[in-house]
């Protein structure tokens, strides 16, 4: 099983930037789904999750700026980000809870991206 994220990049601050997440191999179901964050000589932070039946919850600093969404016929996820600022700089990873084909249920990690935004 792995987890491909997608589309970092550097941004002028005010600008949006799209992350996505493919899942693929022996995947059987995905549960929750969701997006952290690490910026330099920081902990990992929750930046927003989506339950299999869509339910949402976000970080209070990206409330009304990030949209997080998944596909489950696609296995993707998104994460759809306006409004951006210096202190949303960070390597963004995103998980998911897996239960594979061998019956195994687990935490898989992307490999992270990285975004920059500038002031």
């Known amino acids: 099983v792995q987890l491909q994220a997608s589309g970092g990049g550097l941004v002028q601050g005010g600008g949006s930037l799209r992350l996505s997440c493919a899942a693929s191999?022996?995947?059987?179901?995905?549960?929750?789904m969701a997006w952290f964050r690490q910026a330099p000589g920081k902990q990992r932070e929750l930046v927003a999750d989506?339950?299999?039946?869509?339910?949402?919850t976000y970080a209070d600093s990206v409330k009304g700026r990030f949209t997080i969404s998944r596909d489950n016929a696609e296995r993707t996820l998104t994460l759809q980000m306006n409004s951006l600022k210096p202190e949303d700089t960070a390597v963004y990873y995103c998980?998911?809870?897996?239960?594979?084909?061998?019956?195994?249920?687990?935490?898989?990690w992307g490999q992270g991206t990285q975004v920059t935004v500038s002031s």
């Open positions: 998980y998911a809870d897996i239960g594979t084909l061998a019956g195994v249920i687990r935490a898989y």
């Open positions: 191999g022996s995947i059987e179901s995905i549960y929750t």
């Open positions: 989506v339950t299999s039946g869509g339910r949402t």
